[in-house]
């Protein structure tokens, strides 16, 4: 049943000198698997735009089902929504990436995330989840998954105590982000894996797409299952969208087996895109977590800057557990700016970010292009002022996720921009 279990010893480990392969190796490479030629020689992973796959004839489609009800065939495909060898290309570097068995690419993250949830939860079942997390996700546990007799709890980030207690016989799933949007709290991974195993039946999911398994490999510290919207660091260019879920081989088997039902898969043209930005992942995000920690400390300075949250950063709230458990902390930094004498916070902000002249202002992070953006304005523009507090989020929020531009113009338009306010 578990046709795509891999050889990961062999795959992984540098034989001359018997430690793994670092993350920009097998950004790279992917598992280094020998030097087995692609189509047509090609260096790069062909693109295969194909929508199904050609038999020559009946015995060679007889010998194809066959081979398929013993375990699959090496090699080639069936139907483009039972995989694509471009995906799976892209696939098996993000799972050589993060130390998984295997890796599953869906059209965004929220497809990952609808697909893996609606996938492990019966009806009757419970699921818990700690806030501060994506609103999408959020909406969808609470409300979508509530729909289909499907309950949910809502932990404080932190309280271990709490998520421990929120355990009921019949909870299946503990999701939590690390770091979260916007405050980029740290979970403490190895608490939270510990805590699921004393129970039956409940599997841990990270949702790490600001971490990149550059700053931290959930699945090491005993997370059950990694996702990513890789429409951010992973693929790093702004310029599409996917989703992937990492995990042991066997519940990836499974994910898979659901998501040719489900159906949402993703495109080769995509993956090919997916696959080139991730060969520059482990640059980029040096870069991008050496700018955010110069960023964070100027700002924590500047008198015009009431508060900042990065968790490289001793005032952050989970500083210890970022220094135990990650590599580096991320190009995102989250901070509250001081409001102008009699000006509402909210307008202070907004001239703030309209004086920043590289960043742009858009949703999202993780590409190369700076963005920057208010989450009152941008992901809570319905909400009065104090909805909005009642969720944590302050008007005077900015956040801000630094691309791979020179850290000193970062620094320098951060500078005069503060200055106009
Ligand atoms: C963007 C994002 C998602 C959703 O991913 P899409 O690719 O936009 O569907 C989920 N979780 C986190 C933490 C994100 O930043």
Redesign the pocket.
């Known amino acids: 049943m578990f046709d795509v279990v891999q050889t990961q010893e062999t795959a992984e480990l540098n034989v001359w000198q018997k430690r793994p392969f670092g993350s920009s190796t097998r950004a790279v490479h992917g598992q280094l698997d020998g030097r087995r030629p692609n189509a047509h020689h090609a260096l790069t992973t062909p693109l295969v735009q194909t929508a199904t796959y050609t038999f020559t004839d009946t015995a060679d489609l007889c010998a194809f089902m066959d081979a398929k009800m013993w375990g699959g065939v090496e090699g080639r495909g069936e139907y483009g929504r039972y995989g694509n060898p471009t995906v799976q290309s892209a696939e098996k570097r993000i799972a050589a990436l993060e130390n998984g068995g295997d890796a599953l690419l869906f059209p ?6 609808t697909n893996v949830l609606l996938s492990i939860l019966p009806t009757g079942s419970h699921i818990i989840f700690t806030d501060d ?2 609103r ?2 959020r909406v969808f546990v609470s409300a979508f998954l509530r729909r289909l007799g499907i309950e949910s709890a809502q932990v404080a980030m932190g309280d271990y105590d709490a998520l421990e207690a929120a355990i009921q016989p019949n909870t299946r799933i503990i999701i939590s ?1 690390s770091p ?2 916007p405050y980029l709290r740290v979970a403490d991974l190895e608490k939270l894996a510990q805590i699921a195993r004393r129970h039956r039946g409940v599997k841990t999911i990270i ?1 790490a ?2 971490a990149t398994p550059v700053n931290q490999k959930p699945l090491d510290f005993g997370i059950d299952l990694v ?6 660091y992973l693929s790093g260019h702004n310029d599409i ?3 992937v879920a990492v995990g042991d081989a066997g519940l990836i088997h499974a994910l898979r087996q659901s998501q040719g039902m489900l159906g949402g898969v993703l495109d080769p043209h995509a993956a090919y895109l997916l696959e080139r930005g991730l060969k520059t992942l482990q640059l980029r995000v040096q870069r991008q977590n050496e700018t955010a920690q110069a960023v964070a400390e100027f700002l924590e300075q500047h008198p015009k800057v009431e508060r900042v949250w990065y968790p490289g950063l001793a005032s952050h709230p989970d500083y210890a557990v970022a220094q135990a458990q990650m590599n580096g902390f991320g190009g995102v930094v989250s901070f509250e700016i001081a409001s102008a004498s009699g000006e509402d916070p909210l307008h202070t902000t907004s001239r703030f970010i309209d004086a920043m002249t590289i960043p742009l202002i858009a ?4 590409g190369v292009e700076s963005l920057i953006e208010q989450p009152s304005l941008m992901s809570y523009y319905e909400l009065s002022t104090e909805e909005r507090l009642t969720i944590g989020i302050k008007d005077n929020l900015v956040r801000f996720a630094i691309g791979i531009e020179d850290t000193a113009d970062i620094l320098a338009d951060l500078e005069q921009a503060l200055r106009v306010i």
């Open positions: 965004t993250g929220m497809t990952a995330v997390c994506y999408k996700t982000e979260t949007n949702d797409t600001f996702i990513h919207s890789a429409t951010k969208m996917a989703g949703p999202s992070l993780g």
